[in-house]
């Protein structure tokens, strides 16, 4: 019995050691330097050991059969190797190659690796230090290059495009009116406090399939998250006042802003105001409720609204008077992200309205548009080189537009006028997917499609692709290409509707984007250089009476440069340098009287060389300093070469020239601006900040005012001479 | 022949229970203790295969693997401030590697106590490093940093080194972003308080005292109390008699405010 029982555990423990298998080998770089303190597991096991000083490991284990060995170290990629374990000995060899994660921040999400002027480092203090831009969002993101300095307002006009073809985003809800004080100059400022976005993220071109209904470029700026402390800030200048509260609520917490922007003293201090009949006045506020829903959870509610008037004295070679406006806007929009089961997951309703009424001699235009919508994403990382990401977009929009529209771009008050009177409706809908893969060590790439479907005005889908290659750590090779569509507003296809009803109707607009450039990132320095090429087809033109067709065209090319050193938040000295090149036709309308005809000719906002300069110091840590400079070719515009008597009173219907064919003078502007910050006690602090805007007083072209017959001209020039502006910002932080 | 019996019984138990079961607390404890030597030396290597040892273990799934996790990523840290001045961006690696792997531990959820305030406090501190290294990060991170300091806080508002990295948080952000040096004064000292109380025992972390003592002396100098500022410094050498910031910046400051003074 004992020999029996003997002779069983012997077998036993010679079954237990022959399932035992030592693991050994090394572990080395792609240079064949090998590799110590890296760690080596038998994948789904807890089996393993961390390599020694010299690179070279061992370990047994009880797994048999075919197992996988896989080596990790940090910033490379780790490498894995099958094994058959059937006891004794196994070596194994494994390299570890560099992670593309080490090639430059841009490759680690699909979000970053867009072509383009991407400035999601624009942080707010960027915005509210940068001179000229008056702490608006818009005007200091026109500092980057691809924006062009087409008007002296806040709009964005991309690589080409007309302003309203860059789409603006808040948590994925489309803003319907993102400007203020909306003339026919374009609007001047930005709606959205530069504090209200924790994130911005800005592209000139070649975007990703997420974004839809935008032809040039995408501004999508993403909420703070909930106050950690309670706050409150009072902040009066000579433009406005406004305050902001921040107040922790339980897990979650309240940001309200409320604004009240008033010029008069600003005008009565600089001299200025004449051009307006009524000041320009606005009213906006937003109010932001965030709260953690999980461990990875957030929701939040976001309520902005704006109201804004003024009257603006203009001449008409047919009518002097004045340009009234009065406007209103409100955005209401609730965000859900979570992690479930690895998918990121993003979803927004938002509703979205906006209301205006406009005046000037025969012209009355009450357009509204609103907007309901739902926006919902997903990504998920299906291996270590790939990535999904897949969307949908819905909406619906009704859009009205009332008033009376003269013929022939004459506003005298006796022209011939139609009177509109449409409401018209439609839906949208979109899908998009994206995959993400790095197919070579160095090379990332990124292939998307995007379908999108409108009630009104057709479908289209719309394909794009990036490709990534890294020369080095700091140095990138980016190309881009795609389709990208979008509908003609709805308020264009109201009144194309009221005009011709039985008419064939709008359709989808196009372009596709080519891009090719370098990206360099170095310790505090970035250089960027992107060459691309557009072409558009199917664009809204005026094209006969107050008809309109999809029936444009156009095509732009540049070449965009920038250098940025330093950052504001830790460098005494920072700053950039942005140079644009644009060629730019476009489909224009080329009045002949009452009637009018198509033709090619470079667009208003097609200005052919921007430089933007911009500088900023801290001298001591309470004292900033900064100062812009920008100069631009002239604006296009087209020369009125004759003029017809019109039979129905006592003013000419303009005949033009070419489109585009002659060029105002050379832009120039400095604006300079410093703060300087105050501590009072321990929770608070004073900022009193001081601007001059336009120092050289130079007086820029902006258009040509014409006689009444059109028979002389001479150059109008921007109300924006030089100018100060002076305030005080007052922050309390609660304890 | 019991003897014989007794010794193949042995022999067949012990390489069955050393591969089939998850590394047990000894292997953890050794891997801590190279942690706490490369710390105490300010030697990368030994904090490097500290933290590979770690990173075996780690993969146990039960709570010995949850606490390697922890210390992995303490070895981050610890490899982060190492390289701050020597190679910026592998410590930026090291501290977005210890960062990351704590947002997936905390992710798991039940964790033992005390992991979910400790990981809380360790994620701030990595997030501040991550800050401190590249600035730009501050908006990503700040809110995000903020958010766990708060749930520490919230979690432990007694743990030292909860108090310790909120502390350093007050007292490197400016007034105006909410920074409060009178505040973060206070809770230094009442963090060096809580170390010396503090009675750690099987997987609880120790860290942090001799750092906390450090802040508080670098504090103390800055308000030009000299008196109390030199014994912080002195409690922090006695306890750690290697750290760079203590030899090479907090005692020669000290050394030029004191003669200055006199």
């Given at each position: 019995m004992t020999r029996l029982l003997l002779l069983a555990l012997l077998l036993a423990s010679s079954l237990a050691v022959s399932a035992q298998t030592v693991v050994t080998g090394t572990v080395a770089g792609d240079d064949g330097a090998l590799l110590p303190y890296a760690t080596v597991l038998i994948v789904g096991t807890t089996d393993g050991a961390a390599t020694d000083s010299e690179g070279r490991f061992g370990f047994t284990t009880t797994a048999t059969g075919r197992q996988l060995v896989e080596a990790r170290f940090l910033g490379l990629e780790p490498d894995r190797q099958r094994v058959e374990l059937a006891g004794d000995t196994v070596r194994v060899e494994l390299v570890l190659r560099e992670s593309i994660q080490d090639l430059g921040s841009a490759v680690v999400s699909a979000d970053a690796f867009v072509s383009g002027a991407d400035v999601k480092g624009l942080s707010p203090l960027d915005v509210v230090t940068t001179p000229g831009a008056a702490a608006d969002l818009f005007q200091a993101i026109r500092s980057f290059p691809g924006l062009t300095e087409a008007s002296e307002g806040a709009g964005l006009f991309v690589r080409g495009g007309d302003v309203s073809e860059t789409a603006v985003l808040m948590d994925g809800a489309q803003i319907l009116q993102p400007y203020q004080y909306e003339s026919p100059q374009g609007g001047a400022r930005g709606t959205i406090s530069p504090w209200l976005a924790k994130g911005t993220r800005f592209s000139s071109g070649g975007f990703s399939a997420r974004y839809g209904d935008a032809l040039s470029g995408v501004l999508a700026l993403d909420s703070q998250d909930e106050p950690t402390r309670a706050q409150q800030t009072l902040d009066v200048g000579l433009a406005g006042a406004s305050v902001g509260v921040d107040a922790p609520l339980g897990r979650g917490g309240l940001r309200l802003v409320g604004n009240r922007s008033f010029t008069e003293a600003l005008f009565w201090v600089n001299g200025r105001g004449d051009e307006f009949e009524q000041a320009p006045e606005a009213l906006n506020g937003s109010a932001l409720f965030s709260m953690p829903t999980s461990s990875t959870g957030r929701l939040k509610v976001l309520g902005l609204v704006n109201a804004d008037q003024f009257g603006l004295r203009l001449s008409d070679p047919s009518f002097s008077g004045v340009f009234e406006s009065d406007a209103y806007s409100g955005l209401g929009l609730a965000n859900w992200t979570d992690v479930r089961s690895g998918w990121n997951l993003n979803a927004t309703v938002s509703h979205s309205l906006r209301q205006t009424d406009q005046r000037f001699g025969s012209l009355r235009l009450r357009p509204g548009v609103d907007r309901s919508a739902l926006r919902a994403t997903a990504e998920r990382s299906l291996s270590d080189r790939l990535l999904i990401h897949t969307g949908v977009d819905l909406d619906r929009r009704r859009a009205s537009y009332r008033g009376e529209v003269p013929g022939?771009?004459?506003?005298?008050?006796?022209a011939t006028t139609t009177v509109f009177d449409q409401t018209t409706r439609g839906t949208h809908a979109g899908a998009w997917a994206e995959i993400e893969t790095q197919p070579a060590r160095r090379v990332v790439a990124i292939v998307g499609l995007r379908g999108d479907a409108h009630s009104a005005t057709g479908a289209a889908l719309d394909p794009r692709a990036s490709l990534l290659y890294a020369l080095n750590d700091a140095t990138q090779l980016r190309l881009a290409a795609g389709r990208y569509s979008q509908s003609p507003s709805l308020g264009t296809v109201a009144l194309d509707d009221a005009q011709a009803p039985d008419g064939p109707g709008l359709g989808l607009q196009h372009a596709t984007h080519l891009i090719a450039g370098v990206l360099h990132q170095g310790q505090g320095l970035t250089l960027r250089a992107e060459a691309y090429a557009k072409t558009y087809r199917q664009l809204v033109v005026q094209?006969?009476?107050d008809l309109f067709g999809t029936t444009g065209t156009g095509w732009a090319r540049g070449l965009d440069l920038f250098a940025r050193v330093g950052a504001i938040d830790t460098d005494r000295v920072s700053g950039w340098v942005s140079y644009s090149f644009l060629d730019a036709r476009r489909t224009r309308v080329q009045r002949n009287g009452l009637a009018s005809r198509l033709a090619e000719g470079r667009p208003s906002f097609g200005v052919a060389h921007s430089l933007n300069v911009v500088g900023k110091a801290r001298p001591t840590p309470r004292l900033t300093t900064s100062a812009r400079f920008r100069v631009a070719a002239g604006r296009p515009v087209t020369p009125v070469v004759g003029a017809i008597a019109a039979p129905e009173g006592d003013f000419f219907y303009p005949i033009d020239g070419v489109p585009g064919s002659e060029t105002l003078p050379t832009y120039t502007r400095l604006d300079i601006g410093l703060s300087y910050s105050v501590p009072l006690g321990r929770t608070g602090s004073l900022v009193l900040y001081g601007a001059a805007d336009n120092v050289l007083n130079r007086a820029n072209a902006i258009g040509y005012d014409y006689s009444a017959d059109y028979t002389t001209r001479q150059l109008e020039v921007s109300p924006f001479r030089r100018s100060v502006y002076v305030g005080a910002t007052l922050l309390l932080v609660s304890r | 022949m019991r003897f014989l019996l007794l010794v193949l019984a042995l022999g067949l138990a012990v390489p069955a229970q050393a591969q089939s079961t998850p590394p047990q607390p000894a292997a953890l404890a050794s891997a801590r203790h190279m942690l706490d030597a490369g710390v105490a030396t300010n030697n990368p290597d030994s904090l490097l295969a500290a933290r590979a040892q770690l990173a075996v273990l780690a993969n146990a799934d039960d709570a010995s693997g949850h606490w390697a996790t922890y210390y992995a990523a303490l070895a981050d840290y610890r490899l982060a401030y190492l390289f701050w001045s020597r190679d910026a961006d592998r410590a930026g690696q090291h501290a977005a590697s210890g960062a990351s792997a704590l947002e997936a531990l905390r992710q798991e959820g039940s964790l033992p106590d005390p992991l979910p305030e400790e990981s809380a406090a360790l994620l701030s501190a990595l997030y501040s490093t991550q800050m401190g290294l590249d600035a730009s990060l501050g908006m990503t991170l700040g809110q995000k940093a903020s958010m766990v300091t708060r749930e520490a806080s919230r979690l432990a508002p007694a743990n030292p080194r909860v108090q310790y990295v909120q502390a350093m948080s007050l007292a490197s952000t400016p007034a105006e972003w909410g920074g409060d040096p009178e505040q973060a004064l206070e809770l230094f000292r009442s963090s060096v308080e809580a170390f010396e109380a503090e009675t750690p025992s099987g997987m609880a972390p120790r860290w942090g005292e001799d750092e906390a003592y450090a802040w508080l002396g670098m504090t103390l100098l800055q308000r030009g109390e000299l008196a109390e500022a030199r014994e912080a410094i002195e409690a922090s050498e006695a306890i750690n008699p290697t750290s760079e910031f203590v030899q090479y910046k907090l005692k020669p400051w000290l050394a030029s405010v004191e003669a200055d003074a006199q």
């Open positions: 022939g771009d004459v506003v005298d008050p006796d094209r006969s009476g | -």
